[in-house]
């Protein structure tokens, strides 16, 4: 696929369509931070990755769409992978299924991934997976969930409906953010959604993103990053509102949006109005927050490189710990290859084999970092370091520092 048609400019705002979009974040043109390579001399495309924030109604996304079957058709990131979501989806089975859910209720999932949170609910609630991934969607079906290899729209969501009947719950997790069409998304949930059902979202959160200095979270598969007030913007022009919201600490920060039809009742709890007016507090209503998160954002490259530059002339061996979409981001706009970095480590086994895009680093198994460890491992799923510090504590023991770029540059 050519560069024409890989990727799109968009200049009206995905929530409101107005064309009032105002950059503040250039991070470079980079190849997308899931499109593993099989040789390190493959073909790739670099794809501006460019940040905007609507001056009308303050929704932050990115300037550029990338075609969801560049991103998604083959896909390397598999949500079981993760043990600290293992607890977090079961948890948040048990909140849906204790606050909204009755034996036989039909919950369905859009971007259900390899299907580790529908596996969460118990035999008595009807599940049904949409996941555009042949890939991981097999495997989902290997794990007795019914999945629908299609991306989630007004047609999909129409069917499900005549053959299944209205969803009571429809879950999003960590997907709406990555929807170009937010429009046609949301009227694929409203023709889906129960008349009292509820459509819960998880989206990493703007306040977060900005607080911690999370550059790394931006790329070409994010291409929304929501307020509570932008999201209630979008779901307001579907006679829908938002009941309540949940911060969660996975994913170095989420909220977990709980929607529900304005004709249904209810009122918003008093979280999802404090958030708003934090929101307001902290000025996302206005440019100078963004403005300072590039400034921090370059200021953290510069501390990086600077630090991996000095370890590297005293003749310690550096590797990276992990090979995350956040830890592509941060590597190809820092210029980080493998002039610093002698490999990538990662408990993915699809991941594993295969080089880097951008940097074309080589991802061994985690056996290769224990078998002969660097002195210093470059943290990039910074998100789980406690976990991370406690599973690799004989290399810490032995010496073996972890560098960890986010939300500062810092040696433990």
């Not at 991934?133 to 129409?158: C, K, M, Q, W, Y």
């Not at 989206?203 to 598969?221: A, C, G, R």
């Not at 090979?323 to 480590?345: H, I």
Request: glycine fraction near 8%; charged fraction near 25%.
């Amino acid at each position: 696929m050519d560069d024409a048609a890989t990727y799109q400019r968009v200049d009206s705002c995905r929530v409101c369509h107005e064309d009032a979009l105002s950059p503040f974040l250039d991070l470079g043109a980079m190849p997308p931070a899931n499109a593993f390579l099989d040789a390190p001399d493959d073909q790739e495309t670099a794809i501006p990755l460019e940040v905007v924030v609507c001056e009308n109604c303050s929704h932050v996304q990115l300037q550029h769409t990338v075609d969801p079957e560049v991103l998604f058709s083959d896909y390397h990131y598999f949500s079981s992978a993760s043990t600290p979501l293992l607890d977090h989806y079961g948890d948040y089975a048990e909140t849906v299924t204790d606050r909204y859910l009755d034996p036989e209720d039909l919950v369905v999932e859009i971007g259900s991934n390899d299907g580790v949170l529908l596996r969460q609910f118990g035999p008595e609630i009807e599940t049904l997976g949409v996941d555009p991934a042949e890939n991981v969607a097999e495997v989902a079906r290997e794990h007795g969930v019914e999945t629908i290899t299609s991306l989630f729209d007004p047609s999909v969501a129409r069917q499900i409906r005549e053959e299944r009947g209205a969803a009571q719950a429809i879950c999003a997790n960590n997907v709406v953010g990555h929807v170009h069409d937010l429009h046609g998304l949301m009227t694929g949930v409203d023709a889906l959604l129960a008349d009292d059902g509820v459509f819960v979202v998880e989206v990493p959160y703007l306040v977060d993103l900005l607080s911690n200095h999370q550059f790394d979270t931006i790329y070409h598969e994010h291409i929304s990053y929501f307020s509570v007030r932008s999201f209630r913007r979008l779901v307001e022009r579907f006679d829908m509102q938002v009941l309540d919201v949940d911060r969660v600490a996975v994913q170095g920060g989420t909220i977990r949006l709980h929607v529900g039809r304005t004709s249904a009742g209810g009122s918003p709890t008093r979280m999802a109005t404090d958030l708003g007016r934090l929101e307001l507090a902290m000025g996302l209503d206005g440019m100078a927050p963004y403005e300072e998160f590039a400034a921090r954002t370059e200021s953290i490259r510069d501390h990086l490189t600077t630090l991996l530059g000095t370890l590297g002339e005293d003749g310690s061996r550096i590797v990276g710990y992990g090979a995350p979409a956040k830890g592509n981001v941060l590597l190809n706009y820092c210029d980080v290859g493998t002039e610093t970095l002698e490999y990538l480590t990662d408990t993915t086994p699809t991941k594993q084999g295969t080089y880097s895009p951008g940097m074309h680093l080589p991802v061994r198994s985690p056996e290769a970092f224990r078998e002969d460890p660097p002195e210093y491992a470059l943290m990039l799923p910074w998100n789980f370091q406690e976990a991370i510090l406690e599973r690799e504590t004989a290399f810490r023991e032995d010496g073996g520092e972890f560098v960890v770029p986010i939300p500062y540059v810092n040696v433990v």
